[in-house]
C-alpha cells in the first residue's frame, strides 16, 4: 500500500478525531457531573457515590442520550484538531522520513509526530487558554469574569492583544511536540509489530491496542508540561514574570514533583478507548480512501 499524502491524512485524521468524542465524551461527562455534583448536607448522601453509579443514574434518568449532552462544541473544535495534527505528521514523514521505498525508523516516526505538535499547537494554544480560564471560573463563588468563549477572547484580546490570547504558547509547544512524538511512535511501533513491519493489514483488536497505548504513552510524556501550562494560562497577569520556568520553581517548592501527575488516572482511563477509536476510525477511512482511488485508477 503506498504511502499517503497529507491531505489523506487530514482527511483520515479528522474521521478519527470524530470517533475520539464519540467514545470519549460520555467518560467526559461522567467526569464533569462528579466534579460538579453539589456538596452532601451532614448524614446526607451524596448525588452519586461513585464512576459506576454516576453512569447508571444517568442512563437510568436520561437514557444514553444524557451522555452524550453538550457534545456538538468538541465535535465541532476535536475534530479539526486531529485533522491537522495527522496532517502534519504526514507532511512530517515526507520531510523526515528515509525516502519511497524505505523502511521508516522509530526516530523517523518521533520526529515526524514531534512535527505534528508544531501545527496543533497554533490552533490549540488560544483554545487552551480560553478553555482553563472559563473551567476554573466555575467553580468560583463570585461573578463570572467571562461569558462563555467569545466574549472571553474579546476581553483578552482587550486586555493584551493576540499575546494575551496566546499567552502559553511555548508551553503548549513544550508539552505538545515530546508527547505528539511519542503518540505516533507508540502506535506505528506496535502496528510494525503487530503486522509483521506493514507486510499485513493490522487487525481491529491490533488497531485498538495500539491506538489505546498511544494515547497512554501521548500524557505519560505530556501530563507535567500540561499543568505546568495550565497554571500559566490561568494564572493572574504577572504572577510568573519568568513563563513555565517560575511556575515549575513554585510548584517543586510548594507541591513537589507528584503535582506534575495530579489527575493522571482519569486522564489515562479516558484516553485509551478515546484513542483506540481514534485510530480505528483512521484505519477505516485509510482503507475507505484505498477503495476509493483502487476504483477510480483500476488496474
Known amino acids: 500500500m503506498a504511502e499517503m499524502g497529507p491531505f489523506q491524512y487530514f482527511i483520515c485524521g479528522g474521521f478519527?478525531?470524530?470517533?475520539?468524542?464519540?467514545?470519549?465524551?460520555?467518560?467526559?461527562t461522567?467526569?464533569?457531573r462528579l466534579q460538579t455534583m453539589p456538596v452532601p448536607k451532614p448524614g446526607e448522601k451524596p448525588l452519586y457515590s461513585g464512576t459506576l453509579d454516576c453512569f447508571k443514574t444517568t442512563i437510568r434518568n436520561e437514557g444514553v442520550r444524557g451522555l452524550y449532552k453538550g457534545m456538538g462544541a468538541p465535535l465541532v473544535g476535536v475534530a479539526?484538531?486531529?485533522?491537522?495534527?495527522?496532517?502534519?505528521?504526514?507532511?512530517?514523514?515526507q520531510m523526515?522520513?528515509?525516502?519511497?521505498?524505505?523502511?521508516?525508523?522509530?526516530?523517523?516516526y518521533f520526529v515526524a509526530g514531534a512535527f505534528s505538535g508544531?501545527?496543533?499547537t497554533v490552533v490549540m494554544?488560544?483554545?487552551?487558554?480560553?478553555?482553563?480560564?472559563?473551567?476554573?471560573?466555575?467553580?468560583?463563588?463570585?461573578?463570572?469574569?467571562?461569558?462563555?468563549?467569545?466574549?472571553?477572547?474579546?476581553?483578552?484580546?482587550?486586555?493584551?492583544g493576540i499575546r494575551s490570547?496566546?499567552?502559553?504558547?511555548?508551553a503548549t509547544l513544550l508539552r505538545d511536540i515530546p508527547a505528539s512524538g511519542m503518540y505516533f511512535l507508540t502506535y506505528e511501533a506496535i502496528k510494525d509489530y503487530v503486522t509483521d513491519g506493514g507486510k499485513n493489514s493490522p487487525s481491529i483488536l491490533g488497531t485498538?491496542?495500539?491506538?489505546?497505548?498511544?494515547?497512554i504513552a501521548n500524557w505519560a510524556v505530556g501530563m507535567p508540561p500540561d499543568v505546568l501550562k495550565s497554571r500559566l494560562q490561568t494564572a493572574p497577569e504577572g504572577t510568573y514574570p519568568n513563563g513555565i520556568r517560575d511556575v515549575f520553581r513554585t510548584l517543586m517548592k510548594v507541591e513537589g514533583p507528584a503535582a506534575l501527575y495530579k489527575g493522571i488516572t482519569p486522564v489515562l482511563l479516558r484516553a485509551f478507548p478515546a484513542n483506540a477509536a481514534c485510530f480505528v476510525g483512521f484505519e477505516l477511512c485509510k482503507t475507505f480512501l484505498t477503495y476509493l482511488s483502487g476504483e477510480a485508477n483500476p488496474v
Do not use: W
Open 80 to 93: 479539526p484538531i486531529f485533522a491537522i495534527s495527522f496532517m502534519g505528521y504526514g507532511l512530517g514523514k
Open 16 to 28: 478519527g478525531g470524530i470517533c475520539t468524542v464519540v467514545v470519549g465524551h460520555p467518560l467526559d
Open 125 to 160: 494554544a488560544p483554545g487552551e487558554r480560553i478553555k482553563c480560564l472559563l473551567q476554573i471560573q466555575q467553580g468560583s463563588a463570585g461573578p463570572k469574569l467571562y461569558n462563555g468563549p467569545v466574549d472571553c477572547a474579546k476581553k483578552l484580546y482587550k486586555e493584551g
Open 30 to 32: 461522567i467526569k464533569v
Open 208 to 215: 485498538i491496542f495500539a491506538g489505546g497505548a498511544a494515547g
Open 165 to 170: 490570547i496566546y499567552r502559553g504558547s511555548g
Open 118 to 120: 508544531i501545527f496543533t
Open 96 to 108: 523526515f522520513g528515509p525516502g519511497a521505498g524505505k523502511q521508516y525508523s522509530y526516530l523517523d
